[in-house]
């Protein structure tokens, strides 16, 4: 059973649009949800995170949108570059230890 | 900071032989270390975590003889995989985490090639 779905698989967007990518997860018990960006052949590099507590966190052109009560999260990328051109994936976490549920990851592909 | 490293970025083993990966937290003191798999074009599967002192955590269906773990100090876990199999090829990761810390920081992988 996966318990955070991510959606889409793929996206193309255009230099200087906005990328969106969504996630939904169903364990109440999630309280951590993060977003790694990885570029082949690396490990995934955390890219912001965000707590239950708070509807949206900003870090320059990253923004982490949350709906607690619709249990989905997304990661909205302005002013898309080339560079950001990456696999995207939401993960989550919960309880005591610390391990991370993992979507599936959006293959992300903007062009100039 | 935060940074974690991973030894070796490449190994090709023949079958039959033991491999052994190296994952160090260089700024950090890592109470928890987590081992993961990931095949081309998927997801990670996390296979282990590591306590610092304590025996390997693993994840249901992860055989324990075949990927063991070592988690001897604070910024050092080692995974060797025992008797490796082409199907054991795959890129290794590793993250760490300090002591009640949700963010985990993850090496830069490893690709093993079984022959």
């Known amino acids: 059973q996966q318990q955070v779905k991510q959606s889409p698989q793929s996206l193309i967007v255009q230099k200087g649009g906005i990328s969106i990518i969504n996630c939904a997860y169903e364990?109440?018990?999630?309280?951590?949800f993060p977003w790694y960006q990885q570029f082949p052949g690396k490990g995934p590099a955390l890219l912001i995170a965000?707590?239950?507590?708070?509807s949206e966190k900003k870090e320059g052109r990253f923004t982490i949108s949350f709906n607690k009560s619709a249990k989905q999260f997304s990661l909205h990328i302005m002013d898309s570059q080339p560079g950001d051109s990456a696999t995207y994936f939401c993960?989550?976490?919960?309880?005591?230890?610390?391990?991370?549920?993992f979507g599936k990851g959006t293959l992300l592909t903007v062009n100039p | 900071g935060a940074v974690v490293s991973q030894h070796p970025s490449r190994v090709i083993c023949k079958s039959g032989t033991s491999v052994k990966i190296e994952c160090r937290s260089l700024d950090f003191q890592a109470t928890t270390m987590f081992w993961y798999r990931q095949f081309p074009k998927q997801s990670l599967m996390l296979m282990a975590t590591?306590?610092?002192?304590?025996?390997?955590?693993?994840e249901q269906g992860v055989e324990k003889d075949k990927f063991l773990i070592n988690h001897a100090s604070l910024t050092l876990s080692t995974l060797t995989v025992t008797s490796a199999h082409p199907e054991d090829s795959s890129f290794y990761i590793c993250s760490a985490s300090t002591h009640g810390g949700y963010e985990q920081y993850f090496g830069p992988g490893t690709r093993l090639t079984v022959t």
């Open positions: 993960a989550a976490s919960g309880g005591s230890n610390y391990k991370l549920t």
């Open positions: 590591s306590n610092e002192g304590s025996k390997a955590t693993y």
């Open positions: 965000i707590r239950p507590d708070v």
């Open positions: 364990n109440t018990a999630f309280d951590y």
